[in-house]
């Protein structure tokens, strides 16, 4: 559908989520429908003011994990400061000298493109960030909105800080959330000027957490209906930027789940954890925001001409818009055998609880594929419910081969031999052999091998959840994917998808691709909400996946797809490498890493900023991390977006 050519210059001009958060939401319209006291001018940190006249103003509401609302109020310094930098308009109501200020000792010292923490307090989260940016100083919260790591361990790019841990991001000089995973905002603060010193203001009462991003209501007049089929992350996030961008028509969510959207990665990752508390937003988020989540409803078929989503239960429901996010469902592969009690495939909350009942009395555990899922499980397994014997079943003869190469393959094999896993490889699944109970007895495998087993559990991979569309007239891939363009269209103009189910065109190796991931589903939910209200805004991230066994995470940047070639510097078995994966154009198109959290998000910013060098410079050593942070930051911004011409290239509405 797009060349190569066309959707690299595409990306010349595309959107950073920062970009279009900032721009395309627009902060200052987003806050005037806050009923919160009246505002200031904007500051948006360019220019300087009188201290006495400037204030800060905005509600903060620290909503997740039960973390108690706050409210702050500051007034302005009534001393005559000059306020170098500030966040906007944003995250303060004002009491009077409801602040105070702390002198930031490193202010001298602190380079261009350097950041640093600020503590302001004894404990360990009395810090906040400070960064300096185009000559300027700023202040924003330390901890991700997402789960907390301090940001100042991450990576600061021009105006942007990346968490350490997952790659969320944030401008430093408003706090606005750049990409996913975090879904608000950090606090910002300003930064005031005194007698050639300067100061952080930050509220008494203490520092909020997060900075929520304001919510547009419904206005009963718009009769304007959108509507979301599939309740996960990038449903979720299409309808909250429904609302951060003004749109003031009904939003219905259609789910065929029973529970508003809660964070699925952590189902392997703490397969003994409580997912009830695992929410990405409290119920009453979603109620004040007016998304209605119509849960335990299934989307029967969709029909384009008449602009209706027809459930199972035969209601039919008008869309003026409508965004398709059913994620995956898991495949099955043709064995018999896989109705007997305590047999589980993980993909749900459900399958979670289930699953941790069954193995808090299993004995013998058997996980069939050496998946992402498959393994992180067998590592919950081991190490959460240590009566059970755990086998981990690989289809290859070293897990993962195919993902990140034999050497990181093995280090993977071996970490899991270590902590107690019996990894069975270059076997397939053939028989699940029951008790006469019905009750799951054992797994033959093709290597000859019976291995006993009272719960197993299937990593063998999902499809796109998609049937549902094969009459709709939509174009879908061969294996179910929903075509789409770089603005998430599909070929209905009313109908848009993102997340595990899009296949859109990629532009760094030019094919469309599609990409199972957390952290791209909550961005496409992003952006197929700009471009549902007609922003035209093109998707052009780079995927971010993240891995975790044993305590040690594993980060994966790009799209690996038909990699030819591995370039690894570091040492593995340390758990401390870069690994760089490059196709037979000589192209890195991914990179892994461990241990090395500022090289893969150096590397990351690369392939966003398309400033990464050849795959063969750096087996020669002409090119390091550090040249290419170097390259990063020298291109400083230049392939950001300026506000995507390539906007005018198509109406979407
Ligand atoms: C256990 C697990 C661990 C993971 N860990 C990681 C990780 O560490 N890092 C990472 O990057 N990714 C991870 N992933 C992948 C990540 O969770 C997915 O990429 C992401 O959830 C996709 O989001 P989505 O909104 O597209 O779909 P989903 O999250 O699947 O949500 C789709 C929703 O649509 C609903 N639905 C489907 N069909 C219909 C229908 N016909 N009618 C109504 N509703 C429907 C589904 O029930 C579901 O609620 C993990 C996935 C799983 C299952
Ligand atoms: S904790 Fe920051 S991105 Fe997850």
């Excluded at 105006?159 to 990409?179: M, N, Q, W, Y």
């Excluded at 796109?464 to 569309?469: R, S, W």
């Excluded at 230049?638 to 109406?651: E, H, L, V």
Aim: net charge neutral.
């Amino acid at each position: 559908m797009f060349s190569k050519q066309s959707l690299q210059r595409l990306n010349q001009l595309r959107v950073t989520s920062s970009a279009a958060r900032r721009s395309v939401i627009g902060t200052t319209s987003s806050f005037n429908s806050m009923p919160i006291r009246q505002f200031s001018s904007q500051n948006d940190g360019d220019e300087k003011k009188s201290g006495s006249s400037f204030y800060k103003f905005g509600a903060f509401a620290a909503l997740s994990g039960g973390i108690a609302t706050a409210l702050y109020f500051n007034s302005a310094s009534k001393n005559e400061n000059t306020v170098v930098s500030s966040g906007p308009a944003v995250a303060y109501a004002a009491t009077p000298d409801g602040f105070r200020e702390v002198e930031i000792s490193f202010a001298e010292t602190l380079g261009e493109g350097e950041m640093q923490a600020l503590k302001i307090g004894e404990a360990n989260d009395q810090k906040v960030l400070v960064a300096r940016y185009q000559g300027k100083l700023y202040s924003t919260g330390n901890f991700c909105s997402h789960f907390g790591v301090p940001l100042n361990g991450g990576m600061l790019f021009d105006d942007k800080v990346l968490c350490p841990a997952h790659a969320a991001g944030f401008s430093i000089i408003t706090g606005e959330p750049d990409r996913a995973p975090g879904l608000d905002g950090i606090p910002s603060f300003a930064v005031v000027e005194r007698e050639g010193k300067f100061f952080v203001q930050v509220p008494a009462e203490g520092l909020p957490k997060k900075k929520t991003q304001a919510l547009s209501k419904r206005d009963p007049e718009n009769k304007t209906h959108f509507v979301i089929v599939g309740g996960g992350p990038a449903g979720l996030n299409c309808a909250e930027t429904l609302r951060q961008s003004n749109f003031t028509g009904q939003i219905t969510v259609i789910s065929r789940e029973d529970v508003i959207p809660y964070d699925r990665t952590l189902l392997t990752k703490a397969v003994g954890g409580d997912s009830s508390k695992w929410s990405l937003r409290p119920a009453d988020f979603l109620a004040d925001a007016d998304i209605d989540y119509k849960l335990k409803s299934r989307v029967y078929s969709v029909n384009p001409k008449e602009k209706k989503v027809i459930l199972v239960n035969g209601e039919h429901i008008h869309y003026d818009k409508l965004c398709i996010a059913t994620g995956a469902n898991v495949w099955k592969p043709p064995v018999d055998g896989l109705d007997a009690k305590n047999v589980f495939f993980m993909r749900t909350n459900k399958d979670q609880t289930a699953i941790k009942e069954a193995a808090k009395t299993a004995k013998n555990i058997v996980v069939i594929g050496a998946s992402f899922i498959g393994s992180e499980t067998a590592a919950g397994f081991v190490t959460q419910f240590k009566e059970a014997k755990v086998t981990l079943v690989s289809a290859t003869d070293v897990p993962f081969k195919l993902q990140f190469g034999e050497e990181i393959g093995k280090m993977m094999k071996s970490e899991h031999e270590k902590a107690g896993v019996n990894v069975e490889t270059s076997a397939m699944l053939e028989k699940v052999n029951a008790n006469a109970d019905g009750s799951v007895k054992s797994v033959s495998l093709s290597n000859g091998n019976e291995i006993e087993a009272d719960l197993v559990l299937l990593g063998t991979g999902v499809r796109p959840a998609t049937e549902f569309l094969k009459d709709s007239g939509l174009e879908l891939e061969k294996d179910g994917g929903v075509t789409v363009d770089p603005f998430l269209q599909t070929n209905d103009k009313h109908i848009f998808a993102a997340g595990d189910i899009a296949s859109y065109p990629y532009w760094p190796t030019g094919s469309h691709t599609r990409t199972e991931h957390w952290v791209v589903a909550l961005d496409q939910g992003t952006f197929a909400a700009f471009n549902m209200l007609g922003k035209l805004v093109p998707y052009g991230s780079i995927p971010f996946f993240w891995t975790r066994h044993y305590n040690k995470s594993l980060q994966y940047v790009g799209n690996g797809q038909g990699w030819t070639d591995i370039h690894i510097d570091g040492d593995v078995a340390a758990n401390k490498f870069i690994a760089y994966y490059s196709n037979k154009n000589d192209q890195v198109i991914a990179v892994a890493g461990q241990g090395n959290t500022s090289g893969v998000l150096t590397l990351f910013e690369a392939l966003h900023q398309n400033v990464m060098p050849k795959a063969s410079e750096i087996k020669s050593g002409r090119e390091t991390v550090e040249s290419i942070k170097s390259r990063v930051k020298q291109n400083s911004g230049a392939s950001r977006c300026k506000r995507a011409n390539c906007c005018q290239k198509k109406n979407v509405l």
